[in-house]
């Protein structure tokens, strides 16, 4: 294992722009840190291109560490672990992982579309729903906050590892999911919209979620096959995009309402 101690090394001075998308971008990686998220990632055969440990990380799971020393592995210093990390208290563990947009089709199976969801929480709360809501994937539309991001990783809990996360213009895959038979939902509160109690469950769906002051845009909505809402019956006006996703999701599952 080769040991970092400086702050101003070289390679922990390009990792550290991993805090910024555009470097995300640019260096086609991402930083994942924790031992449950770095697990997650080994185990389902992520593109890991190296570990970094503090001494306290080494300690801890030294066992795990000597299972894949096949992969780049790092001891470095607090202060180090510190500079790489976004925490209060860093966890002494940190990979660092090649993004990939995963291949996947489409146009069968359960989906759910994102639209403008800024949230890093919302974005990740509704990736890991559809996970545990046997959801086929998810497909960020444009505005949406980035997959990548050290605080929708946290959220997500590693279920980015377990299933397709898309990023395209849902103006063009909304159309082609229609055309081939998919039945396109929208969530948007008024009166031509129906609750979602009186809609079957389908094999073949895709639910739009939108912005979470603004909602659903207006030019997606006119493409859907109907749109739907979630009835309240106390005084809140609304319900936040995650539990509404939560809801919808499980409905469509067939596994809940």
Not at 61 to 66: D, H, N, V
Not at 147 to 174: D, Y
Not at 190 to 201: G, I, K, L, S, Y
């Amino acid at each position: 294992m080769k040991e970092i101690q400086a702050v101003k090394n070289p390679l922990i001075k390009e990792l550290r722009k991993l805090h910024q998308k555009k470097h995300r971008q640019e260096q086609g990686r991402f930083l994942l840190e924790g031992f449950h998220l770095v697990e997650e990632a080994a185990e389902n055969q992520a593109a890991i291109q190296m570990i970094l440990v503090n001494q306290r990380g080494l300690q801890e799971w030294q066992e795990w560490l000597q299972r894949y020393e096949t992969l780049e592995q790092y001891l470095v210093s607090d202060e180090v672990m510190d500079s790489l990390s976004d925490l209060p208290t860093p966890q002494g563990i940190i990979a660092v992982v090649s993004q990939a947009q995963p291949i996947a089709d489409i146009k069968k199976g359960r989906w759910l579309l994102l639209d403008r969801v800024q949230d890093p929480g919302n974005v990740g709360t509704m990736v890991r729903t559809a996970d545990a809501a046997g959801f086929s994937g998810v497909i960020l539309g444009a505005g949406c906050a980035d997959p990548f991001s050290t605080k929708v990783l946290r959220s997500m809990q590693g279920s980015n590892f377990h299933l397709p996360i898309l990023n395209g213009a849902l103006e063009t895959i909304i159309p082609e999911l229609k055309a081939a038979g998919m039945t396109v939902y929208g969530t948007e509160l008024n009166e031509a919209a129906r609750p979602f109690q009186t809609v079957e469950n389908e094999e073949n769906v895709a639910l739009l979620m939108g912005n979470e002051g603004q909602g659903v845009a207006r030019n997606l909505l006119e493409m859907t096959d109907l749109n739907l809402y979630i009835p309240i019956y106390g005084k809140a006006e609304s319900l936040n995009v995650g539990v509404a996703a939560g809801i919808l999701m499980y409905h469509f599952s067939g596994n809940f309402f």
